[in-house]
């Protein structure tokens, strides 16, 4: 019997792999037994051993050392050298003490190996028995946060997809690289924590460099976002956002902390798309504002983002912010030679002005954007402009011409493969049909649009939905039922931090206010 990092290669070999132990959670089952998984049986029992009153630890205590298994991936040596420390610290101390775990866990057994004596120590020792190429490779992935795909490899191992590929495949064969799959299929990877911030202090010198390819590698990845999110892929696309998430996050604050804020601008302009649609408008607000203040005025992609500033605004109901900063935006992108730009700044100009009680100047705008899109590149903004000149038609209560431009609104995104945008041509047609009487028709048209919002997990446009049907319920005189869909589209906008826009606050407001006082 022997142990190895990698197989022998023999005829008569019989391979035994040795996981990590079993943490919290790993089973998939919420029912499991705390105190009988794996990892946390070991930290208990090594506890007891350094003399921890363990028999005084009860529910409370358990969750806090599933917690520092979990953030320890279930290595059995640094659950030891965790556990050590429960005599002399709380465990809330351990845990906390995690973010330094190279210095928190160094003092094993004096009688143990070198190796053995600390979490760092073990890890040197695992990565020394590795070539070059390896080394230098495991060190470059350790940049990523939350795993990696083979693309970002390449791109911070600076090798052809080849080269990638068989790196991959000897690290996950030394068990230095787990491999996973996203919902596509696709293969991910990542690293275990300890190992992933062990690589981060041995790039020393060579970490600027490194980070900087992960940044261009996620600029790149957020400028191509845009046009992903509103074609066929776009549930691949979302859900590659999702993963990479944390990634895109350390890409924009390395645009900020090493002093490339235009390649933030990149990332920041295609990925607030993303930001808006999984309501993460917080984040938006963050980023987007840090980056255009820390970018030159004539940074590519800059206007852009002034304008989705002034959206966000808006959103969250500060309509004099809002208009200030939309002029600023609006100006900067005609001094662009790029329609597909301008129109996007113009959209949020389109909403402002209509909750303003502008009429004239949205409709003005939207119309704008119409005729900016005389190129296939641009035929999201004229779906776009269609839906918003149906609302004003619908405001107007020009109904018929309200409907024939939301339907045009739903055939030319769902020309172009976007099913998601399509959702709030179909919830424009469903407020015409409610503003007609035809109620059990707009009732149907409300659930298909609730139906793909929650598919695609859009908060906004299933709390839409959900008011239109209350709307169709307090019309019926149903009025518990109107109440409890009423109170199932407050969660919807909350969960992510979303308000009522302005625009509908009042109605909503209204409504609300009478079946209160109808149902007592």
């Known amino acids: 019997m022997a142990t190895s990092q990698v197989t022998l290669a023999t005829p008569a070999e019989t391979v035994l792999d040795l996981p990590a132990l079993a943490v919290p959670g790993a089973s998939g089952s919420i029912y499991d037994p ?6 946390v049986a070991l930290f208990v029992e090594r506890a007891a051993s350094a ?24 290595m059995p040596l640094a659950v030891e050298l ?24 160094a003092s094993g057994s004096r009688t143990a190996p070198e190796r053995q004596r600390s979490l760092q120590g073990a890890l040197t020792w695992s990565l020394d028995l590795l070539d070059d190429a390896h080394g230098v490779a495991i060190r470059r992935l350790s940049v990523f946060v939350d795993g990696f795909d083979a693309a970002g490899a390449a791109a911070v191992i600076v090798a052809p997809p080849g080269t990638v590929r068989q790196v991959l495949a000897d690290l996950i064969d030394r068990s230095l690289v787990q491999r996973t799959r996203d919902v596509a299929g696709a293969a991910r990877y990542r690293m275990l924590e300890s190992l992933r911030q062990h690589g981060l202090v041995e790039l020393a010198d060579d970490l600027p460099t490194v980070r900087d390819r992960h940044l261009r590698h996620f600029a790149e990845l957020g400028s ?43 990332l920041a302009a295609g990925l607030a798309h993303y930001w808006d649609w999984r309501g993460r408008l917080r984040d938006a607000v963050d980023w987007i504002g840090r ?43 005609r001094s662009l030679d790029d329609p597909a730009e301008l129109a996007l700044i113009l959209s949020s100009s389109v909403l402002i002005s209509r909750s303003t009680g502008d009429l004239a100047r949205a409709e003005a705008e939207a119309e704008e954007i119409r005729r900016l899109g005389g190129s296939a590149a641009e035929a999201w903004h004229v779906a776009w402009a269609e839906s918003a000149l149906a609302t004003i038609a619908l405001t107007n209560e020009r109904f018929d011409e309200a409907e024939e431009l939301a339907r045009a609104s739903i055939t030319g995104y769902e020309d172009l493969g976007d099913e998601h945008a399509a959702t709030w041509g179909r919830l424009s047609v469903a407020q015409v049909q409610l503003a007609r009487g035809d109620l059990a028709v707009a009732e149907r048209t409300a659930r298909t649009a609730l139906e793909t919002s929650v598919r695609f997990d859009d908060d906004r446009s299933a709390s839409w939905a959900l008011e239109l049907l209350a709307e169709r319920a307090h019309r019926r ?39 209160r006082e109808r149902l007592g």
Not at 240 to 263: C, I, K, M, Q
Request: charged share 25%; glycine share 10%.
């Open 224 to 266: 191509t976002s845009l046009a992903g999110l509103r074609g066929p892929g776009q549930a691949l696309w979302l859900a590659r956002l999702d993963a990479d998430y944390e990634n895109l996050r350390t890409a924009l604050v390395r645009s900020l902390d090493g002093g490339d804020p235009a390649a933030g601008v990149r």
């Open 51 to 74: 003399g921890a009153d363990v028999d005084a630890w009860g529910p409370d205590e358990l969750a806090a050392i599933a917690n520092i298994v979990v953030e320890l991936d279930g």
């Open 34 to 39: 705390i105190e009988e998984v794996d990892a």
């Open 82 to 105: 965790a556990a050590a420390r429960a005599r002399s610290m709380s465990l809330h101390e351990i845990a906390h003490g995690l973010q330094e775990r190279f210095d928190l866990l």
């Open 291 to 333: 980056l255009v203040a820390a970018s030159e005025p004539g940074t590519a992609g800059r206007p852009r983002l002034m304008g989705w500033q002034a959206y966000l605004a808006w959103e969250l109901g500060d309509l004099e912010s809002a208009r200030s900063l939309e002029d600023e935006a609006v100006a900067a992108g």
């Open 477 to 515: 005189d149903e009025s518990e039922r109107a109440a409890r869909l009423l109170g199932a589209a407050h969660p919807f906008r909350e969960s992510r931090g979303l308000t009522a826009s302005p625009s509908k606050r009042a109605a909503v407001d209204q409504m609300g206010a009478a079946l």
